[in-house]
């Protein structure tokens, strides 16, 4: 049994690990990120191509199932990867980390929706961490932006006053507390992607009220079938034989 398993995270990484070697497994990166994190096994980097792409590679590597590990926010790819394996009747289980409870923040269902928000509210120093492609919706914004992601966006799509902060979690609680008061930040933007490596930072909100524009995660596609552990991920692989 050949497994495709559509990676990039923590969980794509931890969940390799626990199938290695027993299972054939080859891991799927998007390649938007130099220097990945890689998991142990065979590794791919790169599109598929689409729908087409996708379907014609199933094919010639002779897959027998799909694991879909990626980001809650790789909606493309989710969407793409669950249509191909319903046309092809192949196993497809997306491992989708639990998200995070919003609290009293504001709900947005997107990058310029909460762009639209911080300058409604009149936020003044906004720590954004919505990644490399998020900052785009902010490029008009009048605030002061600390931007934090793994890669450097373009220079087009920066506010006209910002500080670039180029790391890659997990973020430790009291580091993450130091960070929003040393910049004096008053609103904190961010996706609902779950999970513990960036929790901190939630947390270190609370704890110094600084509000919260929280993004919204996309609706996984009808009809999937999806478990929120690795555990439970690699038992799914395991009974398939």
């Known amino acids: 049994m050949r497994v495709l398993l559509l990676g990039g995270t923590a969980e794509a990484r931890a969940l390799a690990k626990a199938l290695h070697p027993q299972v054939d497994i080859i891991s799927s990166l998007a390649g938007r990120v130099p220097d990945p994190a890689l998991p142990v096994g065979p590794v791919r980097i790169g599109g598929f191509g689409g729908v087409d792409g996708l379907r014609r590679w199933l094919l010639d590597e002779h897959i027998d199932a799909v694991v879909d590990a990626t980001h809650p926010f790789a909606a493309t790819m989710t969407a ?3 249509r191909v394996c319903a046309e092809m009747r192949m196993p497809h289980l997306v491992l989708a980390r639990p998200s995070w409870d919003p ?8 990058d310029a929706e909460a762009a639209e928000t911080v300058a409604r509210q009149g936020y003044r120093r906004v720590f954004l961490t919505t990644g490399r492609s998020g900052v785009k919706a902010f490029a008009d ?7 934090r992601a793994v890669t450097e966006p373009d220079k087009a799509m920066l506010p006209r006053r910002h500080q670039l902060l180029l790391s890659r979690g997990p973020y430790r609680y009291d580091d993450e507390l130091a ?3 040393e910049h004096r930040i008053d609103a904190l933007v961010t996706k609902n992607s779950g999970g513990d490596m960036t929790r901190a930072k939630l947390d270190a909100a609370a704890a110094l009220g600084v509000a919260v524009v929280m993004v919204q995660r996309p609706q996984l596609p009808k009809g999937v079938t999806a478990v929120g552990s690795v555990q439970e991920a690699a038992k799914w692989v395991r009974a398939l034989g």
């Open 80 to 82: 793409n990867a669950a």
């Open 141 to 147: 914004g009048e605030a002061w932006f600390l931007i």
């Open 179 to 181: 960070l929003l008061r």
């Open 103 to 110: 609290g009293g923040a504001t709900l947005v269902r997107s």
